[in-house]
């Protein structure tokens, strides 16, 4: 009893609960490759075509740019060669990333294609496009056809300001699919753009929709249950929300894995995207993180209702790897990156990796203010009143009893 979701190519038991996962379809993809290849590493190939550029936005003294195009997965470039004096070009350049890991890095990972300005000395940043990997695999046939898009520059007061247009299309191929499964040619255009004979058309910003105003983001954070591994006696936990515009944090609860934040955490969101996501994070102190936990910012906006209920939440861990997280300070990329990018084979490849360690759970509420102009967002940390946090969600304790009947076991990894 079971449906195919529509264009994603994942089966559906019929009548199943919605997923917990605040993003959607990505539990189902990640759920998916993990017992298609019984939690080993994936591999996909990422390929980028970018055909053209046009009325890229002048850097150089001499009214054009020294141009290059960057096409960076997780650390991972490629540049194109550079192009000098140029402010459109033909580059009909192929960049190829093959990537081998886990689903839950892949999907949740984005491809950005920079175009940046080749100085005497250093760079500069011109402007990106940013593809989220797990659009381009959910899209029809793993393929973003070819099309054009703005290029803008997120960290400027217009985010939303094109600094140039590219045209390009994106394509993933997987091993667990037999040959690639793109019908079209990769250079075919997009259905929207139907007139083939216009010099351009932009159908919409970077595959997102904008929403166009500025808010304030709340979190009412009220307590945290038996957070950590299991390895920690205690800790001082303390509650962090990232998103695009910064980042707020609870005061640390002292010595204690059940904590009583009782806290609102307020933080201003100017102009979100549908594909933006929001992180939440429990760390000991400012020292460790321990759990984590992601949402879309179009998930929040769709279910107001939905989250602004106090509910509890589970918290997990992704074992804490030095060698992806740590960034050399000259370079700019990790060591991981540092190492496959130059083409070393890494030790222990096909690694076995559990979906996430659970480390308790959270009882949060979240709303969306939305802001005038007269009003501008602010950020805040407010103590909640007694009366908001009577402690009417506690789990009732139950006695439970498990028994386990183990038979026998095969072909177990050794070390040595």
């Keep these: 009893g079971g449906r195919e979701a529509a264009g994603t190519g994942v089966w559906r038991q019929g009548g199943a609960m919605p997923s917990w996962e605040p993003v959607p379809g990505y539990d189902e993809l990640c759920t998916q490759f993990r017992a298609g290849n019984n939690s080993r590493d994936c591999m ?8 053209e550029t046009r009325g890229i936005k002048v850097f150089g003294g001499n009214g054009s740019n020294n141009m290059v195009i960057r096409v960076d997965h997780i650390g991972i470039r490629e540049d194109s060669a550079t192009y000098e004096k140029a ?38 940043f011109i402007g990106q496009v940013q593809l989220g ?34 045209k390009m299309n994106c394509i993933i191929n997987n ?5 690639a499964v793109q019908q079209r040619a990769p250079d075919d255009v997009a259905d929207w753009e139907l007139n083939r004979q216009e010099i351009l058309q932009i159908p ?41 515009c910064g980042v707020i944090a609870s005061d640390p609860f002292p010595n204690s894995l059940k904590p009583q934040w009782n806290v609102m955490l307020q933080i201003p969101f100017y102009e979100p995207t549908f594909c933006d996501l929001i992180v939440v994070e429990v760390w000991d102190g400012n020292t460790k993180a321990m ?43 990790t060591v991981d990156n540092l190492v496959e990018q130059a083409g070393i084979p890494k030790p222990g490849g096909g690694m076995f990796e ?42 009732a304790k139950q006695k439970m009893f498990f028994r386990f009947h183990c038979f026998f076991g095969q072909d177990f990894a050794v070390d040595g």
């Design 204 to 244: 919409r910003l970077n595959l997102r929709k904008v929403a166009c105003h500025q808010y304030n983001l709340k979190f009412n954070t009220y307590q945290g249950f038996d957070l950590g591994t299991g390895e920690e006696f205690t800790a001082d936990p303390v509650f962090k929300v990232y998103t695009p």
């Design 87 to 124: 402010v459109s070009t033909v580059s009909n350049r192929v960049f190829k990333r093959e990537f081998v890991g886990q689903a839950y890095d892949f999907f949740a990972s984005s491809l950005v294609v920079n175009i940046l300005h080749k100085k005497m000395m250093g760079e500069a």
């Design 175 to 179: 091993l667990q699919e037999p040959g």
């Design 354 to 395: 559990e979906r996430s360690i659970y480390c308790g759970r959270v009882l949060l509420s979240m709303e969306i203010e939305e802001r005038s102009e007269k009003k501008e967002p602010s950020p805040a940390a407010i103590q909640l009143k007694p009366k908001d946090c009577i402690d009417m969600w506690s789990d």
């Design 291 to 333: 759990s984590r936990m992601m949402f879309s910012w179009k998930d929040l906006v769709i279910r107001q209702d939905y989250y602004a209920t106090p509910r509890w939440l589970d918290m997990y861990e992704r074992k804490y790897d030095f060698f992806k997280n740590f960034k050399l300070p000259i370079a700019d990329v």
């Design 44 to 51: 996909w190939n990422v390929i980028t075509t970018v055909w």
């Design 133 to 166: 990997i797990m659009d381009v695999f959910l899209s029809a046939e793993h393929m973003l056809p070819m099309q054009w898009f703005p290029i803008v520059d997120p960290n400027s007061d217009l985010p939303a300001e094109p600094m140039g247009y590219i």
